[in-house]
């Protein structure tokens, strides 16, 4: 009689907890087995082919999950017949929202091609949505498009401060020095962004007039700006190896200092990089 109750304790404790837990972790098994053995991997054909026949409001979820396709896996690019596909949706307003277009811009910058390039060049001529023209510039710049120059020019003026922004951060890409006019103009700019861009893109055409705006960077950016700490560091890093581009001897004393005395070991070893790239 003894033995008889340990017994039967044992047999409720299998009963309430492990006969339902070997249950469930066996059904869990047996559903991943059959999600893996039945899911097909994406391609950028079967992701265009969503692009073009699924719900308008989930087209740009796929045009999104294409670009980062083309990213993560270079080798996915098979021929001409990908590209001209996207091409077709980013000239196609009628059908396709400017959410999904922007997005076939971005993917646009995975091909080297020229019909990719004058294809983001008429997004930029035509004065498209201002979210197509605004990855239509980025695109561009990924590209190297320097023959694009002249179509970059006009939306250095654009009333939209986000198209300043990135066509100020693309002529400074693409060193247009034709441009340094413009920029010193946007030294100016109401939108600190845009200053800020401006002068770094001044500073890669070896070009020192965006000086002052680039030592404010220096101080200016914090989280009581709306930055997160490492975002501030990466500001402040960028503003660094722009100072290292113009040979300036305020420039290299600011460089200096902050080699020694930085609490940021990414700043300082940052700086140490850039009084290199100044001798």
Same mark, same amino acid.
């Given at each position: ?6 017994? &039967?304790?044992?047999?409720? +404790? +299998?009963?309430? +907890? $492990?006969?339902?837990?070997? $249950?469930?972790?066996?059904?869990? $098994? ?5 999600? +893996? #053995? ?28 294409? &670009? ?17 596909? !996207?091409?077709?949706?980013? @000239?196609?307003? *009628? ?29 930029? *001529? ?15 710049? &990924? ?7 002249? %179509? ?21 890409? =693409?060193?247009?020095? @034709? ?6 103009? =946007?030294?100016? %700019? ?8 401006? /002068? $770094? ?16 960077? #220096?101080?200016?950016?914090?989280? &009581? ?14 503003? !660094?190896?722009? =100072?290292? #581009?113009?040979?300036?001897?305020? /420039? ?6 902050? *080699? ?14 850039? #009084?290199?790239?100044?001798?």
């Amino acid at each position: 009689m003894t033995e008889a109750v340990p017994n &039967s304790q044992r047999k409720l +404790f +299998f009963g309430l +907890f $492990i006969f339902p837990l070997l $249950i469930a972790v066996g059904m869990a $098994i047996l559903l991943c087995t059959v999600v +893996f #053995l039945t899911h097909e991997a994406e391609t950028p054909e079967s992701l265009i082919a969503a692009i073009k026949t699924g719900a308008p409001s989930k087209r740009w979820q796929k045009a999104f999950e294409l &670009s980062n396709e083309l990213n993560r896996d270079p080798g996915a690019l098979r021929g001409k017949s990908v590209m001209r596909e !996207i091409i077709h949706i980013l @000239e196609d307003p *009628s059908h396709y929202d400017p959410k999904t277009r922007g997005f076939m811009a971005v993917a646009l910058a995975h091909f080297d091609e020229p019909e990719a390039e004058e294809a983001l060049r008429k997004r930029l *001529s035509a004065q498209d949505d201002e979210q197509v023209v605004l990855y239509a510039l980025w695109a561009l710049g &990924s590209l190297d498009a320097v023959q694009a120059l002249g %179509d970059i020019a006009p939306y250095l003026k654009s009333e939209n401060a986000g198209l300043r922004k990135m066509a100020a951060y693309v002529a400074g890409a =693409l060193e247009g020095v @034709e441009l340094a006019p413009v920029l010193r103009v =946007l030294l100016d %700019d109401p939108v600190r962004d845009v200053q800020w861009n401006a /002068a $770094i893109a001044l500073a890669r055409l070896r070009d020192p007039s965006g000086r002052d705006v680039i030592l404010k960077m #220096l101080d200016a950016p914090d989280a &009581s700006e709306g930055l997160s700490e490492a975002e501030a560091e990466k500001n402040r890093i960028n503003a !660094i190896r722009a =100072l290292g #581009l113009i040979r300036d001897p305020r /420039a290299d004393e600011v460089l200096n200092h902050l *080699s020694k005395t930085d609490k940021s070991l990414k700043v300082r070893q940052s700086a140490l990089e850039a #009084l290199q790239t100044t001798r």
